[in-house]
């Protein structure tokens, strides 16, 4: 019948017809979902959202310092470790924006409760994002919500920030399901140029198309939509995740759109290790369901045949002659990706950095000293 949604059944390439919009079609994957962006980089990102117009989301912007936090535009702001820092921000130490989200831990535990997915972005370079993003991570997780990293790596002018970075994606590596990692630095190499106050910019604009990205994957109208529980399974332990995002108006659009999302930062991965995909195709209102499909087809050869890819197409006629390709590899191997982080990753990997002193167990073996005798 007219209007009725293709079936996945119908998914073939032979059929040339075009998707229609989808603006009437209602999303089939109804949950809480939640972004929270912390320190001045992940404010800058709720913000971004919040110009991108992202739907079907409430944005949260944490923070230390009180200027910042009110710049920013966000659903809900929350001002952390008011007493311990007087809202002036951490100074760029760690150690405060730990002992900061402490204080406010009940007010955190509070507004994460009862969501269903909630993102955690930042950057791996100042104060509050790597003394409070663990933390954070942490609340989520012991909520049972399905928690998604989405980190920026710190630029190469920021050396000093690359050990506690190391130590930051370790931990949230452990309590999150899955950390996407963007390297900032590739846009000095796309762009030797370009001011270090642009860059700093252009790497929040990334960071706030990746999570707007995720989030229109499951919450969008669309052609072929996501299933939720395939969705979650993917990303439930998907360790180190990488992310493209690639458009084409070429005469072969749709191949061109995967070799664009696959050539930065995807480029260096080996995917035959990657333990799962998501692929969103958007197109305009002229993309055929042969182009959708051959966007998953290219995909799915490169990787393992274990590997379990899930993927959607959506319309949005403001593409205009392009197509869109946001592809999400998982379980990508995490030494190498710390790896990128300096000589030190490989002696920091799989460390606890915030551990307590060691303690005297209140473990009784019921064992005897013996006596050494001299023979």
């Given at each position: 019948?007219?209007?009725?949604?293709?079936?996945?059944?119908a998914?073939?390439?032979?059929?040339?017809?075009?998707?229609?919009?989808t603006d009437?079609?209602?999303?089939s994957?109804?949950?809480?979902?939640?972004?929270i962006?912390?320190?001045?980089?992940?404010?800058?990102?709720?913000?971004q959202?919040?110009?991108?117009?992202?739907?079907?989301?409430?944005?949260?912007?944490?923070?230390?310092?009180?200027?910042?936090?009110?710049?920013?535009?966000?659903?809900?702001?929350?001002?952390?470790?008011?007493k311990?820092?007087?809202?002036?921000?951490?100074?760029?130490?760690?150690?405060?924006g730990?002992?900061?989200?402490e204080?406010?831990?009940?007010?955190?535990?509070?507004?994460?409760?009862n969501v269903?997915?909630i993102f955690?972005?930042?950057?791996?370079?100042g104060g509050?994002?790597?003394?409070?993003?663990?933390v954070?991570?942490?609340?989520?997780?012991?909520?049972?919500?399905?928690?998604?990293?989405?980190?920026?790596?710190?630029?190469?002018?920021?050396?000093?920030?690359?050990?506690?970075?190391?130590?930051?994606?370790?931990?949230?590596?452990?309590?999150?399901?899955?950390?996407?990692?963007?390297?900032?630095?590739?846009?000095t190499?796309?762009?030797?140029?370009?001011?270090i106050?642009?860059?700093?910019?252009?790497?929040?604009?990334?960071?706030?198309?990746?999570?707007k990205?995720l989030?229109?994957?499951?919450s969008a109208?669309s052609?072929?939509n996501?299933?939720?529980?395939?969705?979650?399974?993917?990303?439930?332990?998907?360790?180190?995740?990488?992310?493209?995002?690639?458009?084409?108006?070429?005469?072969?659009?749709?191949?061109?759109?995967?070799?664009?999302?696959?050539?930065?930062?995807?480029?260096?991965?080996?995917?035959?290790?990657?333990?799962?995909?998501?692929?969103?195709?958007?197109g305009?209102?002229?993309?055929?369901?042969?182009?959708?499909?051959?966007v998953r087809?290219?995909?799915?050869?490169?990787?393992?045949?274990?590997a379990?890819?899930?993927?959607?197409?959506?319309?949005?006629p403001?593409?205009?002659?392009?197509?869109?390709?946001?592809?999400?590899?998982?379980?990508?191997?995490?030494?190498?990706?710390?790896?990128?982080?300096?000589?030190?990753?490989?002696?920091?990997?799989?460390?606890?950095?915030?551990?307590e002193?060691?303690?005297?167990?209140?473990?009784?073996?019921?064992?005897?000293?013996?006596?050494?005798?001299?023979?």
């Amino acid at each position: 019948m007219a209007g009725e949604k293709p079936t996945n059944k119908a998914l073939q390439p032979t059929w040339q017809g075009t998707l229609a919009p989808t603006d009437s079609i209602q999303p089939s994957n109804q949950c809480k979902i939640v972004v929270i962006g912390i320190g001045g980089a992940g404010n800058n990102t709720v913000t971004q959202l919040t110009k991108m117009g992202i739907k079907n989301t409430h944005t949260i912007a944490v923070n230390t310092d009180s200027l910042q936090l009110n710049a920013s535009q966000a659903d809900q702001k929350i001002l952390i470790g008011e007493k311990l820092t007087q809202d002036a921000g951490t100074s760029g130490n760690p150690v405060s924006g730990r002992a900061a989200i402490e204080e406010s831990r009940k007010q955190i535990e509070k507004t994460l409760t009862n969501v269903d997915i909630i993102f955690i972005t930042t950057a791996l370079s100042g104060g509050t994002g790597i003394g409070v993003a663990p933390v954070i991570a942490e609340i989520a997780k012991k909520k049972g919500a399905t928690t998604i990293g989405v980190v920026a790596k710190p630029f190469q002018i920021e050396k000093d920030r690359m050990k506690s970075a190391s130590y930051t994606l370790t931990e949230l590596q452990r309590e999150c399901d899955t950390v996407v990692v963007i390297d900032n630095n590739q846009l000095t190499e796309l762009a030797p140029e370009l001011p270090i106050s642009e860059a700093f910019k252009i790497a929040d604009q990334v960071l706030a198309k990746v999570i707007k990205g995720l989030v229109e994957m499951i919450s969008a109208p669309s052609l072929i939509n996501f299933d939720l529980a395939n969705f979650i399974n993917i990303v439930k332990h998907g360790g180190v995740a990488v992310i493209g995002i690639g458009e084409s108006d070429a005469q072969n659009r749709a191949e061109e759109a995967v070799r664009n999302a696959l050539r930065s930062p995807l480029r260096d991965v080996d995917y035959a290790e990657a333990t799962g995909a998501l692929i969103e195709v958007t197109g305009d209102s002229q993309m055929t369901i042969e182009e959708a499909n051959c966007v998953r087809e290219i995909v799915t050869k490169m990787m393992n045949n274990n590997a379990q890819v899930i993927w959607g197409a959506r319309v949005d006629p403001e593409l205009d002659g392009r197509i869109r390709v946001t592809l999400v590899m998982t379980g990508i191997n995490s030494p190498r990706i710390v790896s990128k982080f300096g000589s030190i990753a490989p002696q920091l990997f799989n460390l606890e950095p915030y551990s307590e002193p060691e303690k005297k167990l209140p473990v009784d073996l019921g064992l005897y000293q013996l006596e050494k005798f001299e023979s």
